[in-house]
């Protein structure tokens, strides 16, 4: 996209939000528009509840002055690998959220959501990992979906020219300094340090592994014979980033650089196929310094198609999503269970039961659902997509409140936090949202 379209569609944008929050104050809170959707029996109130939790998930945190959409529940603040996307999604129902007097808009929370990051990055240029009530986080990186990623879909939603050139300017810095200490070993691969690094808390993939980075710096890694691990995952998130950071450098006008990110791009994508990728096994896997895989089958999967690695339109990349969708994600006693996705395969010897709080080792996590539609439509996978949807809106409607994961055959959710978890909220009503329109 060009800058003369980009600031074209930035102007239509303000227009059409200036509009449509003028008619929420004129008509009030309670004409806000909901969804036709009639799947599930008992979703409106529900729809209703999830705003309500949304609303009170908004607030500020120290260090910086806007308000953000926290995590919720017992998590009070954002972090990296979800609070951008959050705040995406959320902007993306902002026809549906109640304009209330001295409420930030989605569109400004949203914003907030990334620059939080963007306003305290250091000036070596790694971005937070969290930004928490009490402190920000540089234990570890914690990344899943790229914050240049979501800042770039941001951008071209709202029209904000200065969130895309602080964008552009925060991202770059960062991929740089992934590739200066998270590249030890010299492979252009990223490099896991610690569990929280992939945000994959009591996962069987990290068992042994310290949680955070030795004194709460990501730059340390712990002195264990078996790290750094090469991660797939971590590797996807930067693929990503470059990915959009050519897009980013296109629309501010700086073609050779977008040249750059973009063949750097290819480079770190065809190392995650060509290292990280078990055929034997149809799974990506970690690998740790001793360049054995860490064989766990996890949601690492599909972290990595979420970044679009696996492009259809190349043969040999086409028979791995192939193998990968009919041997684990869409395999009925591994991925494709009651309530997709479960954090590790249902068939793995070290998923983990009975499911424990906050375990990434076996229970279907919100986040996974939250994430899933950037990747299943894009691989064709529109008809399966609204099957896991719907799974998760029933399930949600039966508890009646929103919680971090599941137990994926039963559908049972994890009580022992409290409700109000900002991913499953946004979960429900974007699910809902999407179902509507299907």
Sequence with gaps: MQRRKFLKLAALSAATTAQRHSLAMMLGAQATPRPNFNGVSGWQPVWDAALTALAGNIATVPHFGSPVLLEGAVYAGIWQEC???????????????????????????????????FALQREDGQLPADVKKEEVGFGQIQMVVPIAATAWELAQASGD????????????RWDAWLRKYRNTRGTGLVEGFCTYDTGMDHSSRWAGIPNACPEG????????????RLCPDLSATAYGGRVALAAMARALGRQNEADRWEQDAETIRQLIIARLYSPEDASFYDLDAQNHFVKVRSVVLTRVLGEHVLKLEIASDRAIFDSIWSRQLHNADAFWVPYPFPSVALNDPLF???????????????????????????????ADLNLLMRQWVSAIVH???FHQQMDPVTGAFTMA??????????????????LSAA
Excluded at 163 to 171: E, G, Q, S
Excluded at 217 to 228: G, V
Excluded at 358 to 377: I, V
Aim: hydrophobic share 40%; net charge positive.
């Design 417 to 434: 936090d409290p409700g109000g978890y900002s991913p499953a909220a946004l979960v429900y009503l974007d699910f809902v949202r999407r």
């Design 217 to 228: 710096n990501a730059k340390l890694c712990p002195p264990l014979a078996s790290l750094p």
């Design 352 to 382: 983990v039961r009975p499911i424990p709080r906050n375990s990434w080792g076996g229970a279907s996590q919100a986040l996974t659902a939250l994430r899933a539609p950037r990747w299943m439509e894009h691989y064709g996978k529109g």
């Design 399 to 401: 508890s009646g409140s």
């Design 83 to 117: 609070g951008p996307l959050e705040g995406l999604v959320y902007a993306g129902l902002r026809q549906y959220v109640p304009a209330l007097e001295h409420a930030p808009a989605p569109l400004r929370i949203a914003r907030a959501n990334h620059m939080a990051f």
């Design 161 to 172: 020219e200065a969130l895309l050139t602080m964008a552009y300017h925060a991202c770059g």
